[in-house]
């Protein structure tokens, strides 16, 4: 039985050869060329799919290259970059063994710890551009393609809601009766500020419109102020009036793939805020949070299994390490949208939830780097 240990000695000192550019060469040229390949099949489907709903709507072609699908090939490619991953190092790497490359780097010294090197700095390129993308640029471009879909191929939006309140700041309390999304307009609104459990300030206002120029600006409109001092009560009206007030339409209504909409910093800022009002329902913006850095980590440990399965020279060529590569990729994808699923509906921890598929398949690669990789 093979000892489990690993030689790390000099894994981080040696600089890259031409050897390892080749690597990284083919690694990364593979990758481009499946995303290319996998996308240009989905997008012919999703045309197919959709070609009657742009139809229906008399969308514009201009709007559906440049708003929908400019913007849905990244999404796509971004979302199921760990599939992509695992078939470059398969399908190349299978190669490389079959046409007896894998075994003449052997040969001339190069172990399969040292083979590892240019393979992780591939992923590792990979996986800080997935995680660019995820966290700040695609969110972007989601918000242009959710808008899109909502237009010309389905509503997904909530077009209001009825009886919000939420604690705005510490001790005020905001009341709206009802909040139409396409308007940006509230109804019967009121604001209370309380000193403990003494009322201090009662706000009211026929309605109130979200100035979406300046964050957290209100029109507060027919509105009536009543500041309380002990005994005493000072009224103030007037038609209208511009409030700053800590709240905005998106914590009234969480559409579907809102969360998507969110760059990591602005959902971590929400997730924050929205936890400290007390409000629930938050595992879906967690989920999204958390998902964009596993998939990105998902890099490695993907790489590490394609390549631990496919650096053999086995009989019938690459069809067989193809297959088992695939099922794994999928089986991970799947995995990770099942145990998404359970942390929404179940009591499992976002955070576990969308590491578990990590924890699991990082077993599996050290269990294939020790016992089946060439040594």
Not at 57 to 86: C, G, M, Q, R, T
Not at 100 to 128: D, H, K
Not at 309 to 328: E, F, N, T, W, Y
Request: hydrophobic residues 45%; positive net charge.
């Amino acid at each position: 039985m093979k000892k489990l240990r690993i030689n790390l000695k000099g894994w981080f000192h040696l600089p890259l050869k031409k050897l390892d550019w080749y690597i990284i060469g083919k690694f990364i040229g593979t990758y481009i060329f499946s995303i290319f390949l996998i996308l240009t099949i989905v997008v012919v489907f999703d045309v197919n799919d959709k070609m009657d709903n742009f139809m229906e709507h008399d969308a514009p072609l201009k709007s559906i290259i440049f708003e929908y699908y400019l913007n849905f090939i990244p999404y796509f490619a971004n979302l199921f970059s760990p599939l992509f991953v695992f078939i470059s190092v398969i399908f190349f790497t299978s190669k490389l063994a079959d046409n007896s490359e894998i075994i003449a780097m052997q040969s001339c010294g190069m172990s399969f710890n040292r083979m590892i090197i240019p393979y992780f700095v591939s992923a590792t390129l990979i996986a800080a551009l997935t995680y660019g993308l995820g966290a700040f640029i695609i969110p972007q471009g989601n918000r242009i393609r959710l808008d899109f879909q909502d237009k010309y191929v389905k509503k997904n939006r909530t077009e209001y809601a009825m009886n919000l309140q939420l604690e705005v700041d510490t001790g005020v309390i905001a009341y709206i009766e009802r909040y139409e999304s396409y308007a940006q307009t509230g109804y019967n609104f009121s604001l209370d500020k309380f000193d403990g459990k003494e009322l201090v300030s009662h706000l009211t206002a026929t309605s109130i419109q979200y100035d979406s120029v300046t964050p957290g600006k209100w029109i507060l409109r027919n509105y009536t102020l009543r500041d309380m001092d002990g005994l005493r009560e000072k009224v103030t009206r007037g038609s209208e009036i511009d409030s700053i007030i800590d709240m905005t339409p998106e914590d009234f209504l969480i559409i579907k793939g809102q969360q998507e909409t969110m760059s990591s910093k602005k959902l971590a800022h929400y997730i924050d805020k929205q936890r400290t009002r007390g409000v629930g329902n938050l595992k879906v913006f967690e989920i999204e949070y958390y998902r964009r850095i596993a998939v990105s980590f998902a890099a490695y440990i993907l790489t590490l299994i394609g390549l631990s399965l496919s650096s053999r020279k086995v009989k019938g060529g690459m069809g067989l390490q193809l297959g088992i590569g695939l099922a794994l990729s999928f089986t991970y994808i799947l995995f990770q949208g099942v145990s998404s699923t359970f942390s929404v509906s179940g009591n499992i921890p976002p955070m576990l939830a969308v590491w578990l598929p990590n924890i699991l398949f990082s077993f599996i690669a050290l269990y294939l780097y020790f016992f089946k990789a060439p040594r």
